[in-house]
């Protein structure tokens, strides 16, 4: 059984920085894709990074309104994959949520939420401006 779990939420002000974690174990297949999505109450969930495993190389994704301030990498012993997240605004407002799913060949990985058949239950992030 997939499980995910999410932690590092919290409350900071525009400007800082968090950085989110994501355990995760079941998966039967050694490449897959994890991603990280976003939720705020009322709107639909959005894709924010994601990351290839498998090998010893790394394919990242991210979205538009997050590249260059956030940065989703994986941990090489353990299986954890972090979002880092720099240069918080108050628009980055929302509960974030780890997925994982099962790579395919000669794709890239997703970052639309209906691509993930696995989720985590979600941390909160809370920026003040």
């Known amino acids: 059984q997939v499980q995910l779990m999410e932690s590092g939420g919290g409350s900071v002000q525009a400007g800082g920085s968090l950085r989110l974690s994501c355990d995760f174990s079941?998966?039967?297949?050694?490449?897959?894709?994890v991603g990280w999505s976003r939720q705020v109450p009322g709107k639909e969930r959005e894709g924010v990074a994601a990351?290839?495993?498998?090998?010893?190389?790394?394919?990242?994704r991210y979205a538009d309104y997050v590249r260059g301030r956030f940065t989703i990498s994986r941990e090489k012993v353990k299986i954890v994959v972090y979002l880092q997240m720099n240069s918080l605004m108050f628009a980055d407002t929302a509960i974030y949520y780890c997925a994982a799913v099962g790579s395919r060949p000669n794709s890239i990985p997703p970052l639309r939420s209906s691509d993930y058949p696995f989720w985590g239950q979600g941390t909160l992030v809370t920026v003040s401006s």
């Open positions: 079941g998966m039967t297949t050694e490449k897959y894709y």
């Open positions: 990351i290839y495993i498998g090998g010893t190389g790394s394919i990242t």
